[in-house]
């Protein structure tokens, strides 16, 4: 454990003009007075120049002051005397109605991140080096870590995760599940039903298999082969000594399946009611005990969700329940349904009803409970390594620079917030806090070209925008820095289509010979290391190093993704409707000029053998019919029709052929299927879109017999005999 110390959290305000930089000791010491607290709160106030992201400002700096604190919790309470006027010095701000603007609202821990450029909590390495630090003695150690030391933040070493240092540490996963004796259809309560059985997996990140398997019974249990069982006479014993287990193995993650919402609750509310002396201390400080506290999560992408958080302070958790529900669209989420899925295996043959009989037999029956236990303890691990769980969240971790369980316990927001930061502060901007407001101020979405319904025999060739949204922002310089009103183009005398253009929808953002906008650096920078991660992907044997290049390519292709969505959340952080309506502008212009640019060179008066015709067109991709039977024909033509549109555009903007559907059923905006080609010799599956074989909001058969339909009508090419 290493103590970071030194580090002092701050904001700016905009400095009035007639403020002097000899006026800051007289401001703090009346900030001291407003905010009237029992301990010096105002640690320095200092002016320095600095820019608003906000709106482009004639690439000119103003005058800031920047107001540090002495301990982070007081933040809060300066912001808030700040932004309410009550902190507004012989009136130099003058009283506004809105209150004084603050700038640069960002969590202590991130804020200590961007700024030392750390991305330790990120999952990346950390140097401390041997003359700065300070090891501390044994009898003043505030945690049970084996080594603990003290050094101060402009000491520290942070390593970028390339090369050598993309390696992931050998951490110890330990994956558990435990099996109450439940009574006759009511769902086990901690204050009456029993734990039973505990079994745990532990294993080294890197390593194939685990070196610990072992389960905690009460009563006797027979042995299982490579299984270490332990016995106990009293449900109390056999808790305490399960505690003592996991300090003695020390995992850095705990895994299990629903353990946030069930597991880790059951175990703390039953040796309470037990009362088992000292079984709360769990995690690596040992004054610091575990407890469960209600938490309710919300994000556009997963909904409303009340759910259950435990602090195990110095060990990750990663409940594979949730982090499958986040990530993965599936029918069912039981652990059995999800390994039938992703292992196509499934777990030991008990049924939860028999678990208390099975119990109250003999140490045989025992033993088949112990062994469900113990598979449900190791499939966690299975699915984690299977899914790339780790190497994915650690690698999103190192590209967005935000803290490895904020990934689970935040939306996408925060992932882009951090990196915005990092941006600005390199550039000298301040971020503004604005207040989150419900708006009822909408704009309109993408395009989609109505779709001409139908059962297509013939090829339909596919042309996909290559990261649109991001591609667009990167084309037309669309930022928070590039942002102009009419006001500023009469300022600094711009000259439109040179200085500044006008989106579709009228918003108007300088050119990069004004200034290159932020958004624009990030999605380069992202897209770069993205182009890079597949380079060393394809070139990568060594397997875990492959999962953790895969992990990385994924993690920067969506972090992009989610710069788009950043601007247009009305409730976030920095909402900006202007980008957003911007973008959605030009992405409907595209899809429009795709059609006309197809339609207008693909024709039989231009030489070739038929009208093409596009028949439906999405957010980002266009389905074209060339007219053609030849499979390899409609390929060759959507190639050389990607290019050609392309070519039309402003870079980086891409359109690429990718697949032919060939049959292809189109039913309706986003309703369709067919056969999925890349290759002439065989095609590489059947894809459904908005159909019932994908939809989760119905019932089995109709899934079934829909999928048996579109069998006949894609592969057998039976269309009456589907119809019957």
Same mark, same amino acid.
């Given at each position: ?103 640069? @609202? ?28 300070? $090891? ?19 000491? $520290? ?28 259809? /009511? ?8 734990? =039973?059985? =505990? ?61 946030? @919402? ?39 992408? +997963? ?121 600005? $502060? ?7 806090? $604005? ?65 500044? =253009? ?55 292709? =969506? ?19 202007? +980008? ?86 189109? +039913? ?44 006949? /009508?894609? /592969? ?9």
């Amino acid at each position: 454990m290493l103590h970071v110390t030194d580090f002092k959290h701050y904001l700016y305000v905009p400095a009035p003009p007639m403020f002097k930089a000899q006026d800051a000791a007289a401001y703090k010491a009346y900030l001291e007075t407003q905010i009237a607290q029992h301990q010096p709160v105002i640690h320095s106030v200092t002016m320095c120049p600095r820019e608003s992201i906000y709106g482009f400002q004639g690439n000119k700096q103003s005058y800031f002051l920047k107001v540090t604190v002495t301990d982070p919790k007081f933040i809060p309470k300066v912001r808030f005397t700040i932004e309410k006027g009550m902190a507004d010095w012989k009136g130099m701000w003058g009283a506004r109605e809105n209150g004084i603007m603050t700038y640069d @609202n960002i969590q202590y821990v991130l804020r200590f991140m961007v700024d030392c450029h750390v991305s330790v909590l990120c999952m990346s390495w950390v140097e401390a080096p041997a003359t700065k630090y300070k $090891l501390i003695p044994e009898q003043s150690k505030q945690s049970n870590c084996q080594i603990e030391a003290e050094i101060c933040y402009l000491d $520290l070493v942070a390593h970028k995760p390339d090369g050598e240092w993309a390696k992931m540490a050998p951490l110890r996963i330990m994956s558990f599940d435990i099996e109450c004796a439940g009574r006759k259809g /009511i769902f086990p309560e901690a204050n009456h039903d029993p734990v =039973i059985q =505990i079994a745990n997996v532990v294993t080294r990140y890197g390593e194939k298999k685990p070196f610990i398997r072992n389960v905690f019974c009460l009563d006797t249990t027979s042995s299982i082969v490579a299984t270490h069982i332990l016995e106990f006479e009293k449900e109390e014993k056999m808790l305490k000594s399960w505690q003592e287990f996991m300090l003695s193995v020390d995992p850095d993650i705990i895994i299990g399946y629903n353990i946030a @919402n069930f597991d880790f609750p059951y175990l703390l509310d039953r040796a309470k009611h037990l009362k088992v002396n000292g079984f709360e201390y769990w995690s690596r400080i040992p004054s610091e005990p575990s407890r469960v506290r209600e938490t309710n999560f919300s994000s556009k992408q +997963i909904g409303n969700r009340d759910t259950k958080e435990t602090n195990t302070n110095g060990r990750l958790q990663l409940d594979l329940l949730q982090l499958i529900q986040r990530d993965h669209h599936l029918r069912s989420y039981t652990l059995n349904s999800v390994c039938a899925h992703f292992l196509g295996e499934q777990k030991e043959d008990v049924h939860h009803t028999m678990i208390t009989e099975l119990f109250n037999g003999t140490p045989e029956s025992r033993r088949r409970l112990a062994l469900y236990c113990l598979k449900d303890a190791y499939l966690p691990q299975r699915l984690m390594d299977k899914l790339s769980c780790l190497e994915n969240y650690t690698e999103m971790a190192r590209v967005t620079g935000v803290p490895f369980n904020f990934l689970l316990s935040r939306g996408q927001q925060i992932k882009f917030i951090s990196q915005l930061f990092r941006k600005a $502060l390199e550039q000298k901007l301040v971020i503004p806090n $604005l207040k989150s407001q419900q708006s009822d101020e909408q704009y309109e979405g993408a395009t989609v070209i109505e779709p001409t319904r139908g059962y297509y025999d013939v090829p339909i060739a596919t042309l996909d925008f290559a990261s649109l949204y991001p591609s667009i922002i990167q084309a037309h310089n669309l930022c928070y820095t590039t942002l102009l009103d009419k006001k500023m183009i009469e300022q600094f005398k711009l000259v439109k289509d040179e200085d500044y =253009i006008v989106t579709p929808n009228g918003d108007m953002f300088v050119t990069t010979k004004q200034r290159k906008g932020l958004l624009a650096q990030i999605l380069e920078e992202l897209l770069t290391a993205r182009k890079q991660a597949k380079r060393e992907l394809a070139k990568e044997t060594d397997p875990f190093r492959k999962a953790v290049l895969n992990g990385r390519q994924l993690a920067l292709k =969506i972090s992009a993704n989610s710069v788009y969505g950043l601007t247009g959340a009305t409730t976030g952080k920095l909402p900006c409707l202007q +980008i957003a309506s911007s973008t959605t502008s030009f992405g409907r212009q595209m899809i429009e000029k795709t059609k006309e640019e197809v339609e207008k060179k693909y024709n039989i008066a231009n030489g070739y053998s038929h009208d093409a015709q596009v028949i439906y067109g999405d957010t980002d991709s266009v389905m074209v019919k060339f007219g053609t039977k030849d499979l390899a024909e409609a390929m060759k033509l959507g190639e050389e029709a990607a290019n050609y549109v392309s070519s039309k555009f402003v870079k980086p903007i891409k359109l690429e052929f990718e697949k032919v559907y060939f049959p292809y059923l189109l +039913i309706n905006k986003k309703r369709y299927a067919g056969l999925y080609w890349t290759k002439t010799e065989k095609y590489d599956k059947m894809d459904t879109k908005g159909i019932e074989t994908v939809r989760r909001d119905n019932c089995l058969l109709v899934q079934t017999v829909i999928e048996k339909v579109l069998r006949m /009508i894609l /592969i057998d090419r039976d269309v009456q005999g589907a119809q019957e």
